[in-house]
Each structure stands twice: as structure tokens, then as C-alpha cells.
């Protein structure tokens, strides 16, 4: 089993920078590829990026090409969502999630097995 730690949310003004971490522990052997995604309310999940853990490739949603960047830190067993250029439509509880295959492009939410608990970005000024 792999447990999943999101943290680094908080309140920003519009064009500020935040970084998010992810903790990965337990079974991290099992980790192929680790998803961001983001939740506001009355709307399901939506995919932001995604790392392939071992190749480091990476995808994006188009929304967000440009200003975010993830990357990982395998010998820490993290994976960051570095993001800047923040507007308020990124303002959601943002949520790290694995699964234990390769993926290409951003799969939806359901294909992957351990989530981590949400960290709250707001974007206001």
C-alpha cells in the first residue's frame, strides 16, 4: 500500500507562485505515475499533470500548460506541482494520486489506487 501527503496550499493574489509537495511512503516501488488533480465544489475532479515516476515524462492540462510544472525527487519519494502565473480559476483543494502503471496523457480520476489528502489553494486578492 502506498500513503499519499499533499501539502503547500494556501492563499495567494492572482499572478503569484505556489509549490505543491507530495509525500509518497510505504510501498513506493508500486508508484509508476503520479497525478495532480484539482476539486472545487458542485464539479468532479479534474486532472492537472501527471509524471511517469521512473521516466519523468509529464502531461498537462491544457489550462495550465505554461505555468505549471511537476517534477519528482525519487530519492525523497516526492513529486512537486510547481505553479505560477496563478489566476482564480485555480483556486480548488488540489489532490495527489498514484497508480502502479505508466500512463500517457492525464487518465481520469478512477484509474488511480491511492490518493493523498487535499491541500487548499486559493487564488484572491
Known amino acids: 500500500e502506498v500513503q499519499l501527503q499533499a501539502s503547500g496550499g494556501g492563499l495567494v493574489e492572482p499572478g503569484g507562485s505556489l509549490r505543491l509537495t507530495c509525500a509518497a511512503s510505504g510501498f513506493t516501488f508500486d508508484i509508476h505515475a503520479v497525478a495532480w488533480f484539482r476539486q472545487v465544489p458542485g464539479k468532479e475532479r479534474e486532472g492537472i499533470s501527471v509524471?511517469?515516476?521512473?521516466?519523468?515524462?509529464?502531461y498537462y492540462q491544457d489550462s495550465v500548460k505554461g505555468r505549471f510544472t511537476t517534477s519528482t525527487d525519487r530519492a525523497k519519494n516526492l513529486v512537486y506541482l510547481q505553479m505560477n502565473s496563478l489566476k482564480a480559476e485555480d483556486t480548488g483543494v488540489y489532490f495527489c494520486?498514484?497508480?502502479?502503471?505508466?500512463?500517457?496523457?492525464?487518465?481520469?480520476?478512477?484509474?488511480?489506487?491511492?490518493w493523498g489528502r487535499g491541500t487548499q489553494v486559493t487564488v484572491s486578492s
Open positions: 509524471v511517469n515516476y521512473r521516466q519523468g515524462t509529464t
Open positions: 494520486a498514484s497508480v502502479s502503471a505508466e500512463v500517457t496523457g492525464i487518465p481520469p480520476s478512477r484509474i488511480y489506487t491511492d
